[in-house]
């Protein structure tokens, strides 16, 4: 399909994106991420931050394209996502720090004690069963999103990083990610590892 001109409505984005065409997407990143990045660069004053704070917006962009569709002030919805984003990172940040000056051992002690209650013969079946699905599942994907997967769960590389190695546009790389972790949490449901969301169909 022919890329979007520029004036069309988010809306309009969201349904083609919705329909199958990541053009949607595409236009959605490119009308937003330049700006978005710039503010969340200015909030995490580092850029490795702003650009996984990036990446996490526009994930949970696509995760809510569905009820998206009609919202009146779409830069407002991602604005708002990205300052929520920016503030977790700082609760986060201050919980760590607290815990370090109250106890710097406990941490420590903790991984040790858990280390070994993972290796009871219950948990070793639970790590198994999970393991088995997580292949089957990584197995089923299509190529391009099973690299996506691969690269940013065992690797831990930023999704810009990721983009750069497989010569993939950004968004795409995000777009393959969330469908990769669709696949996931749909496969984990289906085996009654986690509940369905309450008043979601699960795709």
């Known amino acids: 399909m022919p890329s979007p001109p520029p ?13 199958g065409d990541r053009k949607g997407a595409e ?3 490119a009308r937003y991420g330049a700006s978005l990045l710039v503010y969340l660069r200015r909030r995490l004053g580092r850029r490795d931050l702003a650009e996984d704070g990036l990446q996490e917006t526009f994930c949970r962009l696509l995760e809510s394209a569905g009820r998206l569709v009609h919202h009146p002030k779409l830069e407002a919805w991602i ?12 609760r986060l940040r201050r919980r760590a720090e607290a815990a370090a000056d109250r106890a710097p051992g406990l941490a420590r002690g ?5 280390e070994s209650e993972a290796n009871g013969p219950d948990r070793n079946l639970e790590r198994l069963e999970l393991n088995r699905i997580l292949r089957r599942v990584i ?17 831990a590389l ?25 696949r996931v949490r749909r496969a984990l449901i289906d085996e009654g ?8 169909r699960v795709e």
């Open 7 to 19: 004036t069309t409505p988010d809306g309009t984005l969201l349904a083609r994106y919705l329909s």
């Open 27 to 29: 236009a959605i990143f």
């Open 79 to 90: 604005f708002a996502v990205a300052r929520n984003i920016c503030a977790d990172a700082y």
């Open 110 to 114: 903790a991984s040790r004690f858990c």
């Open 139 to 155: 197995t089923e994907m299509p190529p391009p999103e099973r690299e996506v997967f691969l690269l940013r769960t065992e690797r």
């Open 158 to 182: 930023p999704f810009r990083a990721i983009s750069e190695q497989t010569g993939a546009p950004l968004n795409t790389v995000l777009s393959r990610m969330h469908r990769a972790l669709k």
């Open 193 to 200: 590892w986690i509940g369905a969301p309450r008043g979601r």
